[in-house]
């Protein structure tokens, strides 16, 4: 677990799913192994989003298990191609972080996962680190992803008030990502949508069951 924090109050909450992240190779192999394990494919959803995500649900234990394949898809795209390779069972610090606060209708779950996230990682260079410099590359080349960051930083630190962890921690983290997005270079691109501003949308609203923030 990339996130001890999570699994103590006052951040520990109930997990209605799974999600997980894979190479497109393995594709095929998941296609056969959830359904071995007794889960039913949402034939639909996965008729429709196969190439980038994969839905199943366990109804005897009311598990769902979401399955992102090359990319975090979501409001944004988070290209992951090449960056699931590492030792662990899990993808980056940098990664997490960002494919929660890409998600334009973000919630309370999403938020909490994200603070103790930030509690438990430093931000820097190396595996167990937030990665900010990747974070910032990533949104300088795409201000839509750059513009919802910029509104769930807010919706975060507003989280944090409520809870009792180390508020000036997380604060401090919160800002050296922020400083690293903001020193970045933006392409033309970037600064000819950030002229258009959110007069045009810059999100997608993706197709999904998500369950309610639940603490233990």
């Not at 990339?2 to 095929?28: E, F, N, V, W």
């Not at 392409?187 to 002229?195: E, F, I, M, S, T």
Request: overall charge negative; proline content about 6%; some cysteine.
């Amino acid at each position: 677990m990339h996130s001890p924090s999570a699994g103590r109050p006052p951040l520990k909450r109930k997990y209605g799913d799974l999600d997980y992240a894979i190479s497109k190779r393995d594709r095929k192999s998941v296609l056969s192994l959830f359904p071995s394990l007794g889960y039913e494919a949402n034939d639909r959803f996965n008729l429709m989003n196969g190439d980038t995500r994969l839905y199943f649900y366990d109804s005897g234990h009311g598990r769902q298990v979401d399955i992102f394949v090359d990319v975090f898809k979501m409001s944004h795209v988070i290209d992951l191609r090449g960056r699931l390779d590492g030792d662990g069972p899990c993808a980056t610090p940098a990664d997490l972080l960002l494919s929660k606060l890409q998600i334009y209708e973000i919630n309370r779950k999403d938020l909490v996962d994200v603070i103790a996230l930030l509690l438990d990682h430093p931000v820097g260079e190396g595996d167990d680190a937030i990665d900010a410099r990747y974070v910032a590359r990533l949104a300088c080349e795409d201000w839509g992803l750059c513009r919802t960051v910029q509104l769930n930083i807010p919706k975060l630190l507003h989280t944090l008030d409520e809870v009792d962890v180390d508020r000036d921690l997380v604060r401090a983290r919160v800002a050296e990502i922020q400083k690293a997005i903001d020193a970045g270079p933006k392409p033309l691109k970037w600064r000819l949508r950030a002229q258009v501003g959110d007069r045009l949308q810059w999100y997608e609203l993706p197709e999904e069951v998500r369950s309610p923030y639940q603490p233990e």
